[in-house]
């Protein structure tokens, strides 16, 4: 798999529902970056979790990381129709360049 | 909150024209850089600019790209005699001077198209 593969690549929910996103990378990491981009848009930084961490808040997003996996995910609890996006997981190792991966597309019914 | 503005939104260029595009990073920012989204493929890196020079860009930041930050405020990404598949979304980035230690800031970016 490429670096920074989100699975699944789509995903449909209720609102109030959770929802969790996947996301493996191959190389070692720096940290691990969540970004958000609604239909066309820009992207939004979520949330960052640095390679020594395993778990980070951040209001209804929690993200974790296992480095031996090379695996994170992302959870949105109580989701909302606001939260119909596109979720791009990013890693930075010692360079400057973030690698993104490939999305999942979360879509939320009303 | 601070934004990265980018401008135009969307630019329609005939083949082999050059472009321009534009981008204003955050102020304290000391990082900037270029990605762009061909439609519904990934996020690619393109170049990343520090201390008015290229720190890194990836192949396929060729000789038909320049970057510059022509004075204090404005980093541009100039693509010289357009090809059909530039046509892609274009975001300028920057970052704190701890280099992504606390995630990069995007523009909305800009949509070109070739024809």
């Known amino acids: 798999s490429q670096q920074g593969e989100e699975d699944p690549q789509a995903l449909s929910i209720q609102e109030g529902e959770n929802a969790t996103m996947n996301c493996s990378y191959k190389?070692?990491?720096?940290?691990l970056q969540w970004y958000r981009q609604n239909s066309g848009r820009g992207l939004v930084h979520l949330i960052l979790?640095?390679?020594?961490?395993r778990e980070k808040h951040s209001g209804r997003l929690r993200v974790t990381l296992d480095t031996s996996k090379k695996s994170s995910s992302l959870l949105i609890t109580a989701s909302r129709a606001a939260d119909t996006a596109s979720y791009f997981c990013?890693?930075?190792?010692?360079?400057?360049?973030?690698?993104f991966g490939t999305g999942t597309r979360l879509q939320v019914f009303p | 909150e601070p934004e990265v503005t980018q401008t135009p939104s969307h630019q329609v260029t005939q083949m082999g024209q050059e472009v321009i595009l534009r981008c204003v990073p955050i102020?304290?920012?000391?990082?900037f850089y270029w990605y762009r989204q061909i439609l519904g493929q990934k996020v690619e890196f393109l170049v990343s600019?520090?201390?008015?020079?290229?720190?890194?860009k990836s192949e396929i930041f060729d000789d038909q790209f320049s970057v510059e930050r022509p004075d204090g405020s404005n980093f541009t990404l100039k693509i010289r005699s357009t090809k059909l598949e530039d046509s892609a979304m274009y975001f300028c980035?920057?970052?704190?001077?701890?280099?992504?230690?606390?995630?990069?800031?995007f523009g909305s970016g800009t949509r070109l198209t070739v024809v």
């Open positions: 980035a920057s970052s704190e001077p701890d280099r992504g230690g606390y995630g990069y800031t």
């Open positions: 190389t070692s990491i720096n940290n």
């Open positions: 979790i640095r390679s020594n961490e």
């Open positions: 990013a890693t930075l190792y010692n360079t400057d360049k973030l690698i």
């Open positions: 102020s304290n920012h000391l990082y």
């Open positions: 600019f520090y201390n008015n020079e290229i720190s890194e």
